[in-house]
């Protein structure tokens, strides 16, 4: 079995996959501080509710955050019995190397993100995931990463809101029933409801500009259904995207030694 991890800045995401599908998916709060042996615990209850003979043997790590990965690779060295891949290190092939700017860092669930939506629609693509940032990933046609667009993400936004202006309180988000609010709340709701839904086409259009050509668009993070409801941009909406790149990413690693 793999044991695939996506560590995001907000929460990790653990997934077992069995060769064919995914049999479990599970998610946890990100924090640096937690140990492997605290994962284990976590982990090895959640194991057990699944009713299988589920053991993993392989694990591959995508982390946006540096300082959580070696209790992550402690985990799988000590409970699992093995070295776990990490997506952005030297020894993780992808099947197409981004095309960015010589010494620049990209995010790995950026890399991951592009894997997966290359596989599943093709090249000229742009990939917009709304997570603690919202980042466009455009994809060319063969595959490569090459570049996009990091913006705030949505919560971010409103607690920055909250936190500069004494008088407005937290709120959810939630696609406001009226573009026009009537009271402070519905007000905020609708600001960062349609300010994010125009703020996503108006990235598109540019990309879209600067390349010269259509190109399909899917999101994918945790508000991403969210906000499709808002806009016909979206060619698809995919919950489990970077658990399918982290797969098919080891997958490669395997058939490229």
């Known amino acids: 079995m793999l044991l695939a991890i996506d560590c995001g800045n907000t929460n990790t995401v653990f997934s077992i996959w069995d060769g064919a599908r995914f ?52 985990l799988c060295d000590r409970y699992f019995g093995c070295r776990p891949l990490v997506v952005g290190k030297p020894d993780c092939r992808l099947p197409v190397a981004p095309r960015v700017d010589q010494g620049t860092t990209v995010g790995p669930d950026r890399l991951v993100n592009t894997v997966a939506g290359f596989d599943r629609h093709g090249g000229d693509l742009i990939i917009v995931d709304f997570g603690t940032a919202t980042t466009f990933d455009v994809v060319d046609r063969d595959g490569a990463y090459i570049g996009g667009v990091i913006a705030p993400g949505v919560n971010l936004s409103l607690q920055a809101l909250h936190m500069a202006a004494a008088a407005l309180p937290h709120v959810d988000v939630a696609r406001p029933a009226k573009a026009i609010g009537t009271n402070t709340v519905a007000c905020m709701q609708s600001g960062v409801y349609w300010g994010y839904v125009g703020l996503v086409e108006g990235i598109v259009r540019e990309v879209r500009r600067e390349r010269g050509r259509q190109m399909n668009v899917i999101a994918t993070g945790g508000l991403a259904s969210l906000f499709a409801q808002g806009t016909e941009l979206f060619s698809s909406v995919e919950d489990d995207l970077t658990m399918h790149g982290l797969v098919l990413i080891h997958a490669f690693n395997k058939d490229h030694p």
């Not at 049999?23 to 924090?31: G, L």
């Not at 492997?36 to 194991?47: C, K, R, T």
């Not at 053991?55 to 955050?65: K, L, Y």
């Open 23 to 74: 049999i479990a998916t599970w998610r946890i709060a990100t924090d640096h501080k937690r140990t492997a042996d605290e994962y284990f615990v976590w982990l090895s209850s959640l194991l057990a509710l699944t009713r299988t003979e589920a053991r993993v043997t392989e694990a591959i790590i995508s982390s946006t955050v540096p300082r959580v990965v070696f209790n992550l690779r402690v």
